[in-house]
């Protein structure tokens, strides 16, 4: 403190030379039009660079968070979609709700893989739900903590998936190999059927654990004996497994009742 | 004392007033604008605080800008070379470094005439540029230095004839 004191004693002459230099300069900045305009304009030049270059950043940032708000918005959206189609059949409803969620954890190069998703039973996820996106199937859900689950994934040696020709509705069912994540095996399907490389393969929804109508691949090879009942048929994933980071949970809602009714047959 | 204040209130009056009331209304070739009320801050006795000296400087051009709605810049200005008042003087006078006491003011016949247009012309040079730059307050240094020279030298060659002037007047 004293040695404040005797700072400013020493140099009063100088600290009151610059304080009354800037109540000058204040006040021509405030009380004349020119030189406000002048100093807004100029300050706003630099800082406007400034907030633009910070702004970016921002957005780069906040990019996270809007994609989720974007997958959220999708799954109502899809949510709504099914509603509307609810008049056509009882089939079309049987999947309903869309739980957002982002894959945190993704293999492909194992045998089997698994995927682990930002969402558990505290957001409604359930084990046995299908985990989807709108360029394929992804997997069922097998395992579910409070807020995470794991998902077994379509490329594992025990995931068998229900398929159907896109064109003429026969079924198959879509099993993976474990050599390329990008290619398939179909089976089942009947040597009659006609078939070109390039047709579209999607879900076919007997399971109730994917929705219908879900693109999966299309045909890359065909590769059927002579002779045989089935098809031995190759397809190319529509969705890279690789770059999966959005991915759909789907809860059919009425895939208890129907469950029910199958387990009375047997 | 009393006598010194009494002068230099009645100076501050006249030398405002001129400015003010003439010379602000001048404008030579379009752009020089003899600026004299500097004058006060000139002849202050060589003693007077600097504290002093500097608030008396902001006083002065805030006068001036009150009449020509300019706030601040002329107090800019003034509060600047109020500042460099001392340094230039003792570069010129290294006398008074020693000297206390005295009510002595910078008098052109005293000094001689080259240390007086040394004097006068850097202060009124170091005033209008100050001024002229915050006038414009962009960096058209062209216009700024033409205007700075134009008025400076219509400023100084004012000055020492009103500083030959008054001293004429007062030693008699």
Redesign the interface.
């Given at each position: 403190m004293r040695n404040l004191l005797q700072f400013i004693s020493k140099n009063?002459?100088l600290l009151?030379?610059i304080l009354?230099?800037l109540?000058?300069?204040?006040?021509?900045?405030?009380?004349?039009h020119?030189?406000r305009a002048?100093?807004i304009n100029s300050t706003n030049g630099v800082t406007a660079n400034i907030f633009q270059t910070l702004s970016n950043w921002k957005n780069y940032f906040s990019l996270k968070s809007a994609n989720e708000q974007l997958a959220l918005e999708n799954a109502k959206l899809q949510t709504l979609l099914s509603y509307k189609e609810e008049n056509d059949t009882i089939a079309s409803i049987l999947a309903k709700r869309y739980i957002p969620a982002m894959v945190i954890n993704n293999s492909i190069a194992k045998r089997n893989n698994y995927l682990t998703l930002d969402k558990g039973f505290k957001h409604g996820v359930e084990k046995g739900m299908g985990v989807v996106t709108p360029n394929g199937v992804v997997g069922i859900i097998k395992e579910v903590s409070e807020h995470f689950s794991s998902v077994l994934s379509v490329l594992h040696g025990k995931s068998k998936t229900s398929v159907v020709l896109q064109h003429s509705h026969y079924f198959g069912s879509l099993e993976w190999k474990g050599e390329n994540y990008q290619t398939a095996a179909v089976n089942d399907i009947p040597s009659h059927v006609e078939l070109n490389i390039g047709d579209t393969i999607i879900s076919s929804g007997y399971s109730f654990i994917y929705p219908a109508d879900i693109p999966i691949g299309t045909i890359s090879k065909i590769n059927t004996k002579p002779h045989k009942n089935f098809h031995q048929i190759d397809i190319q994933f529509l969705e890279d497994f690789k770059q999966l980071k959005y991915v759909y949970i789907t809860e059919g809602v009425l895939s208890n009742e129907v469950k029910e009714l199958e387990n009375k047959n047997e | 004392m009393n006598n010194v204040i009494l002068k230099h209130i009645i100076r501050f009056v006249v030398l405002i007033t001129i400015q003010v009331l003439v010379l602000n209304n001048v404008l030579f070739m379009g752009y020089i604008n003899p600026y004299i009320y500097i004058l006060l801050l000139l002849l202050l006795p060589f003693d007077t605080p600097r504290w002093l000296i500097l608030i008396l400087a902001f006083c002065l051009g805030i006068s001036v800008d009150a009449f020509q709605n300019t706030m601040g810049l002329h107090a800019f200005s003034c509060i600047l070379i109020a500042y460099c008042r001392r340094p230039i003087l003792h570069f010129l006078l290294p006398q008074l470094k020693n000297k206390k006491q005295s009510y002595l003011e910078f008098s052109l016949q005293e000094f001689g005439f080259q240390r007086a247009l040394i004097y006068t012309g850097s202060l009124v040079f170091i005033h209008h540029f100050s001024l002229f730059i915050l006038e414009s307050f962009q960096l058209e240094l062209f216009s700024i230095v033409l205007r700075t020279l134009g008025s400076s030298i219509v400023s100084i060659t004012l000055l020492i004839i009103i500083q030959y002037l008054l001293f004429k007047d007062s030693k008699r």
């Amino acid at each position: 403190m004293r040695n404040l004191l005797q700072f400013i004693s020493k140099n009063h002459v100088l600290l009151l030379f610059i304080l009354l230099e800037l109540c000058a300069f204040l006040m021509i900045v405030q009380n004349n039009h020119f030189q406000r305009a002048a100093f807004i304009n100029s300050t706003n030049g630099v800082t406007a660079n400034i907030f633009q270059t910070l702004s970016n950043w921002k957005n780069y940032f906040s990019l996270k968070s809007a994609n989720e708000q974007l997958a959220l918005e999708n799954a109502k959206l899809q949510t709504l979609l099914s509603y509307k189609e609810e008049n056509d059949t009882i089939a079309s409803i049987l999947a309903k709700r869309y739980i957002p969620a982002m894959v945190i954890n993704n293999s492909i190069a194992k045998r089997n893989n698994y995927l682990t998703l930002d969402k558990g039973f505290k957001h409604g996820v359930e084990k046995g739900m299908g985990v989807v996106t709108p360029n394929g199937v992804v997997g069922i859900i097998k395992e579910v903590s409070e807020h995470f689950s794991s998902v077994l994934s379509v490329l594992h040696g025990k995931s068998k998936t229900s398929v159907v020709l896109q064109h003429s509705h026969y079924f198959g069912s879509l099993e993976w190999k474990g050599e390329n994540y990008q290619t398939a095996a179909v089976n089942d399907i009947p040597s009659h059927v006609e078939l070109n490389i390039g047709d579209t393969i999607i879900s076919s929804g007997y399971s109730f654990i994917y929705p219908a109508d879900i693109p999966i691949g299309t045909i890359s090879k065909i590769n059927t004996k002579p002779h045989k009942n089935f098809h031995q048929i190759d397809i190319q994933f529509l969705e890279d497994f690789k770059q999966l980071k959005y991915v759909y949970i789907t809860e059919g809602v009425l895939s208890n009742e129907v469950k029910e009714l199958e387990n009375k047959n047997e | 004392m009393n006598n010194v204040i009494l002068k230099h209130i009645i100076r501050f009056v006249v030398l405002i007033t001129i400015q003010v009331l003439v010379l602000n209304n001048v404008l030579f070739m379009g752009y020089i604008n003899p600026y004299i009320y500097i004058l006060l801050l000139l002849l202050l006795p060589f003693d007077t605080p600097r504290w002093l000296i500097l608030i008396l400087a902001f006083c002065l051009g805030i006068s001036v800008d009150a009449f020509q709605n300019t706030m601040g810049l002329h107090a800019f200005s003034c509060i600047l070379i109020a500042y460099c008042r001392r340094p230039i003087l003792h570069f010129l006078l290294p006398q008074l470094k020693n000297k206390k006491q005295s009510y002595l003011e910078f008098s052109l016949q005293e000094f001689g005439f080259q240390r007086a247009l040394i004097y006068t012309g850097s202060l009124v040079f170091i005033h209008h540029f100050s001024l002229f730059i915050l006038e414009s307050f962009q960096l058209e240094l062209f216009s700024i230095v033409l205007r700075t020279l134009g008025s400076s030298i219509v400023s100084i060659t004012l000055l020492i004839i009103i500083q030959y002037l008054l001293f004429k007047d007062s030693k008699r």
